[in-house]
């Protein structure tokens, strides 16, 4: 398997402009995440799918995030409409569900919002 | 969320042993200990995990107190390419969250 697939690898759009980040989560993992990285909060999770339902939003920080998981093989964060202080790294990052199994990240998208 | 707490920051010399303490008062008795490393400009990555006994695998060691309410990871043999940000985290069933964790610095 190649891993979790994140694009793109980086973005930069406009303040206003609709951005949507995508992940194809590792075959036969059925817990997706969603993270957000800054140097001011650490790596904080926005949300997270068990069998591509969402389980937890509460990370989510506004209405103008949004996450789907619409199959097991495909997610996408997307964030409309942008504001500069959404710059950051995204990680995507999947496991099997349950408490003893290793998670596998993703590359990142490093988004720049102008 | 089950909470834990590190320090901020470790030194080590190269070749010599670092010993990561790591916190975790309010653990559950479901809750796996796991621990991720973040290496320079990339994603996290998985090093050990464990639950009652103490664990080893090519990485590092894995330490749990009897009451589990602590835990420290080793590095036997600090290298260069050790130098991360080291995060101990509780894992329930699914939910994977992150705390600040501790960077380490190798001397060479």
């Known amino acids: 398997d190649a891993g979790v697939i994140q694009s793109p690898r980086h973005e930069v759009t406009e303040m206003g402009q609709e951005v949507t980040l995508r992940c194809k989560p590792i075959s036969g993992h059925n817990s997706l995440f969603w993270y957000r990285q800054t140097m001011m909060r650490g790596l904080e999770l926005l949300i997270y799918f068990n069998n591509n339902v969402p389980i937890d939003d509460s990370g989510m920080p506004e209405d103008r995030f949004s996450a789907k998981m619409p199959n097991a093989s495909f997610s996408t964060l997307k964030i409309q409409p942008s504001e500069p202080r959404d710059s950051a790294v995204y990680f995507c990052?999947?496991?099997?569900?349950?408490?003893?199994?290793?998670?596998?990240f993703g590359q990142g998208t490093r988004l720049t919002v102008v | 969320d089950a909470k834990t707490t590190q320090p901020n920051s470790m030194e080590s010399n190269e070749e010599e042993p670092v010993h990561l303490p790591c916190n975790h008062s309010t653990i559950s008795g479901t809750d796996y200990i796991h621990w991720y490393r973040q290496l320079p400009s990339q994603g996290p990555e998985y090093v050990i995990h464990g639950l009652t006994s103490n664990v080893n695998n090519r990485m590092a060691s894995l330490a749990i107190a009897e009451d589990r309410k602590s835990s420290t990871l080793i590095l036997h043999r600090a290298t260069l390419r050790d130098a991360a940000v080291y995060y101990c985290i509780l894992r329930d069933v699914d939910k994977l969250s992150f705390g600040a964790g501790t960077t380490v610095t190798v001397r060479a």
């Open positions: 990052a999947s496991s099997p569900l349950a408490g003893s199994t290793e998670a596998f």
